[in-house]
């Protein structure tokens, strides 16, 4: 006996086809507020503030957030690095002497005074290097290194071969910080 076509069958096949179609419709037309959910924004009232007195774009503040912390005031590093921003203590310190503040070292999870002293640091990078590959090559890996790799040759000054940096963390660090800076910019910029 030969089967005919199963019409019960080939209405659930197209019900869930119009389901999934419909999901993507909605799942597309909404494509920004869901990126949102993933690319946040918090603590805009020190980012904005920080990042107009250093002239750092907040877009750049808010992706390092993302990638070093997540947003995390309490993060830590297995290496001692702390706050939003990852900011090592030494670091900390060093920055918040240049601009006449005394910090302790529990002071880099307070986000004011973690966010003011980063967009601070990434300014003093920003300035040094004149690119911003090699700024945050040097904000990951320190700028001592960075200025090894340009006197050794093994990455021009001007930043035109940052895919060549080094230590892979540094280089996929400049690559991830790039891609959520262009979102950050892409889905809040209209705003």
Do not use: H
């Given at each position: 006996?030969?089967?005919?076509?199963?019409?019960?069958?080939?209405?659930?096949?197209?019900?869930?086809?119009?389901?999934?179609?419909?999901?993507?419709?909605?799942?597309?037309?909404?494509?920004?507020?869901?990126?949102?959910?993933?690319?946040?924004?918090?603590?805009?009232?020190?980012v904005?503030?920080?990042s107009?007195?250093?002239?750092?774009?907040?877009?750049?503040?808010?992706?390092?957030?993302?990638?070093?912390?997540?947003?995390?005031?309490?993060?830590e590093?297995?290496?001692?690095a702390?706050?939003?921003m990852?900011?090592?203590d030494?670091?900390?310190?060093e920055?918040?002497?240049?601009?006449n503040?005394?910090?302790?070292?529990?002071?880099?999870?307070?986000?004011?005074?973690?966010?003011?002293?980063?967009?601070?640091?990434?300014?003093?990078?920003?300035?040094?290097?004149?690119?911003?590959?090699l700024?945050?090559?040097?904000?990951n890996?320190?700028s001592?290194?960075?200025d090894?790799w340009i006197?050794?040759?093994?990455?021009?000054?001007?930043g035109?071969?940052?895919?060549?940096?080094?230590?892979?963390?540094?280089?996929?660090?400049?690559?991830?910080i790039?891609?959520?800076?262009?979102?950050?910019?892409?889905?809040?910029?209209?705003?």
């Amino acid at each position: 006996m030969r089967k005919g076509f199963n019409l019960k069958k080939i209405w659930k096949f197209l019900i869930v086809l119009i389901v999934i179609i419909l999901m993507l419709i909605v799942i597309f037309a909404n494509k920004n507020t869901i990126m949102k959910k993933f690319y946040i924004i918090k603590y805009s009232e020190y980012v904005e503030k920080y990042s107009k007195e250093y002239d750092v774009d907040k877009y750049l503040i808010y992706a390092c957030i993302k990638a070093e912390s997540n947003f995390n005031e309490k993060a830590e590093s297995k290496k001692g690095a702390k706050g939003l921003m990852q900011l090592m203590d030494s670091t900390g310190k060093e920055i918040a002497k240049g601009l006449n503040m005394t910090i302790n070292n529990d002071d880099l999870f307070e986000p004011e005074i973690n966010i003011k002293l980063g967009t601070k640091y990434i300014s003093k990078m920003l300035q040094k290097y004149e690119n911003i590959e090699l700024a945050l090559a040097a904000y990951n890996a320190g700028s001592g290194n960075v200025d090894s790799w340009i006197s050794s040759g093994k990455i021009k000054s001007d930043g035109s071969d940052a895919e060549n940096i080094p230590f892979k963390e540094t280089n996929n660090y400049v690559r991830k910080i790039l891609k959520d800076y262009r979102i950050y910019k892409d889905l809040y910029m209209s705003d």
